[in-house]
């Protein structure tokens, strides 16, 4: 089975600090690990993922998460927040092996608040 | 290209009524996902098509949910009976797998916010 874990509900910081939103995953195997965001009455919005090779990835909007296979962590980052990032961001995981029928679904994290607060 | 659409935006219906939600995914992605958010629960997993093929329906929450892809350009999520809840948003999303692809990200509409009084 796999799981992803958000521990924290809501993240506050000051606009120009540095941002993290932390994730931990668990899988049988080796991950994908994605991170979207959902801004109020939209769709989740892809930002980045991490397949293979260099741990630190870039996305859109100037994040980058970094993949930390010994912690089996994935947080998200960026170096200055904007109060335009205030939304809900979801972690995501899908194990590299799939099962009989070659399938393996995502499974998503309960999400995290991240307010900017001007 | 326009993106995954959903439609209805809202709709607000009646306690025992039929509901249909639809959806068009983005041209020439083959998987198809359906699925519920709400606060108490989150972002759930309804059901999963690959090729119009349904792969994954553990998430459907009962017999009165059920869902059909019948070409690669259109798919339905019907509830009905509808109960008071069922209320949350329903996303559609889509994505190219195969080819070595099965890791690429899922594109989501901008969802259907569902009322049942």
């Known amino acids: ?118 | 290209d326009a993106g995954v659409i959903q439609s209805p935006r809202h709709e607000v219906t009646e306690m025992g009524q039929e509901v249909t939600l639809r959806c068009k995914p983005i041209s020439g992605h083959n998987s198809l996902f359906w699925y519920r958010q709400t606060m108490m629960r989150g972002l759930e997993l309804l059901i999963y098509f690959n090729n119009n093929v349904p792969i994954d329906d553990s998430g459907m929450p009962e017999d009165r949910f059920s869902a059909k892809m019948p070409n690669a350009s259109f798919s339905t999520l019907k509830i009905q009976p509808s109960e008071p809840r069922d209320s949350a948003v329903y996303f559609c999303a889509s994505s190219y797998s195969g080819g070595g692809f099965s890791y690429n990200e899922q594109f989501f509409g901008p969802g259907t916010r569902l009322t049942v009084l």
């Not at chain 1, 801004?39 to 991490?50: C, E, H, I, V």
């Open chain 1, 1 to 118: 089975a796999q799981s992803v874990a958000q521990p924290e509900d809501q993240v506050n910081v000051a606009e120009g600090n540095p941002l993290t939103v932390k994730c931990t995953y668990s899988v049988s195997g080796n991950p994908y690990l994605f991170w979207y965001v959902q801004y109020p009455n939209r769709g989740l919005q892809f930002l980045l993922k991490y397949i293979t090779g260099d741990n630190l990835v870039k996305g859109s909007y100037g994040f980058e998460a970094e993949f930390n296979k010994s912690q089996t962590s994935f947080h998200l980052k960026k170096p200055s927040a904007l109060v335009s990032d205030s939304a809900l961001y979801f972690c995501a995981v899908r194990d590299r092996r799939t099962n009989s029928g070659g399938y393996q679904k995502v499974t998503f994290g309960t999400g995290t608040k991240l307010q900017v607060i001007p």
